[in-house]
């Protein structure tokens, strides 16, 4: 990134509040890390119960993303990360008293890191969407890219002083650092006014909003492919940080100084991924660096594999960190620049699940085969995996990263009706007509393929196309929605992006300068009475009957 690039998030006051907040608790994010993960080294002498806290660390966030995103599209960002925050530092101060007190337990150590996993996984939904609320959008790169390398700034220095306060004072003292670390945060939260937005729509029930999430994925191909890979990536990419205490205590010989130390060089090398990001990426394709990020974790847990030597150790994970940040950030500016604001936050939870999901997937695993074979072969195998990985980027390549106008189209207008509907009303049946020449058969088609995908995309249900068999000319489209509501809402979900689509569709139709659409209220049997009254007079008086 360009200097400029990365100042311009920095000049929004909120923005700025933000990211110095996330900072502060970030590092202590890191000294929790070298705190649990030396605790239950020294406590147990298990190898995968030391990497069980890995995995304890990002189990809730793919258990509970999804539902979290979904509250961060429906609710005030701002307070969801209020509640997060206040979580954290509750289950933080816990740890330490216990830790003080003497009484922590493997399990117990466990189920408190569980507990503040929760809250990370209620707060980063929130944290992710909320960048395109205190940016413009040509201006979401940088954030997410300062984002990345102040995470990663913390991660460099935050081990060692991790590795200093627990060998100095302790493990509780780093889980009481922890705590107090999330007091600028919430302070920065407290400062930040939030845009008040009307919201002309009933809010989403969690369920249909859980729901609305996973379609729009489902109907997003280039989502879906980074997705996948960030599975993967996570999978094989986290041997590294949860195989790092035993690889300080057992194959280097040292103590909490060494393991700070080596976190701190894999952060070293992020932030100068970080650093080189705009460089690789003018210089590579979105695969390309995908590819050098799965090559570069690969390289660098063989090398750790084999070496006995702190100083070389640290050495090759600095290109571990490098891939690290330089594959993670693309993924997440990439989920950010393809989703329009109305599900931003549940798109980035789902990601968000794959991601940690592999990670929590890939900590158990490892700790499981450096238990049964030995360290060393878990980060042989986790290589070859990272190998694997790049090579199926030849059938399965990220999308290139191009921003996308996903602003709300804007167009629509709630239209004039007869029928007293209310927004519960429903179900709601719509009909699009059009007369299309034979010879435009085919581009007809190609269109409409992709017209169903945003209609499926959006909120549409029961979607079919109709040809009349008597006059093959004449097509209809049609779908349901079950309300009126969830029909205003389905068209106000448009973005300019999709307004190519109905441009080409208006231009193929060689009837009416636009495509007649009816909308029409179902009842699948016939009903006792008139269930759906006229508005009053007054309501139709100068309304246009058509």
């Known amino acids: 990134m360009t200097t400029s690039s990365l100042a311009g998030p920095l000049s929004h006051r909120s923005f700025r509040l933000l990211w110095q907040g996330g900072l502060v608790s970030n590092l202590g994010t890191m000294v929790q890390t070298v705190g649990a993960g030396w605790l239950m080294a020294t406590i147990s002498t298990q190898y995968d119960m030391v990497a069980f806290v890995q995995a304890a660390t990002t189990l809730p966030v793919m258990l509970f993303s999804i539902p979290a995103g979904a509250l961060a599209d429906s609710y005030e960002r701002r307070k969801i990360l209020m509640v997060a925050q206040l979580l954290m530092m509750g289950m933080s101060l816990a740890l330490a008293i216990v830790a003080f007190a003497g009484h922590v337990t493997p399990w117990l150590l466990l189920v408190l890191t569980f507990l503040i996993g929760c809250g990370t996984a ?106 996948l890979r960030g599975f993967l990536f996570g999978v094989a990419a986290i041997v590294i940080l949860a195989l790092l205490p035993i690889v300080a205590r057992d194959l280097l010989g040292g103590g909490a100084l060494v393991y700070g130390f080596l976190l701190g060089a894999f952060g070293l090398g992020a932030i100068g991924g970080g650093l080189a990001n705009s460089h690789l990426r003018a210089r590579l394709s979105s695969e390309g660096l995908v590819r050098l990020a799965f090559c570069g974790m690969a390289l660098s847990a063989c090398l750790v594999a084999v070496s006995r030597n702190v100083w070389l150790t640290g050495l090759v994970l600095l290109p571990a960190g490098a891939s690290w940040v330089l594959a993670l950030s693309l993924f997440n500016v990439m989920m950010q620049l393809s989703t329009p604001r109305w599900v931003v936050g549940r798109v980035l939870s789902i990601y968000q699940t794959a991601s940690f999901g592999g990670m929590t997937a890939g900590g158990w695993l490892w700790g499981r085969v450096a238990e049964g074979q030995g360290v060393p072969t878990a980060l ?47 179900p709601i049946f719509i009909m699009i007509e059009y007369e299309i020449d034979q010879t435009d ?88 009475r008139d269930d759906m009254p006229l508005k009053p007079f007054d309501d139709l008086h100068g309304l246009s009957i058509t």
């Open 380 to 426: 042989f195998i986790a290589g070859a995996l990272s190998c694997v990985g790049a090579a199926i980027g030849l059938r399965f390549a990220v999308p290139p990263l191009a921003a996308r106008n996903l602003d709300p189209l804007d167009h629509f207008r709630e239209p004039a009706t007869q029928l007293d509907l209310q927004q519960r009303s429903g």
């Open 122 to 227: 209620l707060h980063t939904p929130s944290w992710q969407a909320s960048v395109g609320d205190v940016v413009p959008r040509d201006q979401i790169a940088g954030a997410v890219t300062l984002n990345s390398m102040g995470l990663n700034l913390t991660r460099s220095v935050g081990p060692a002083l991790g590795g200093l306060i627990v060998a100095s004072a302790g493990a509780a003292a780093a889980f009481a650092f922890n705590a107090a670390s999330f007091l600028p945060m919430i302070y920065a939260l407290l400062r930040i006014t939030p845009e008040s937005k009307a919201e002309a729509l009933p809010r989403e029930g969690l369920r249909h909003a859980v729901w609305a999430g996973f379609r729009y994925v489902s109907m997003s191909p280039n989502l879906v492919t980074v997705i």
């Open 441 to 528: 058969v085919p581009d007809f088609l190609s269109v409409m393929a992709e017209r169903r995908r945003i209609r499926i995309r959006d909120g549409a249900q029961q979607w079919v196309l109709l040809r009349d068999v008597e006059n093959p000319s004449f097509w209809k489209e049609a779908y349901h929605v079950p309300t009126w509501a969830d029909y205003l809402r389905h068209n106000q979900r448009r973005t300019r992006m999709d307004a190519t689509v109905s441009e080409r569709l208006i231009a193929l139709n060689r009837g009416q300068a636009k495509p007649s659409v009816r909308r029409m209220i179902e009842r699948e049997t016939v009903p006792q």
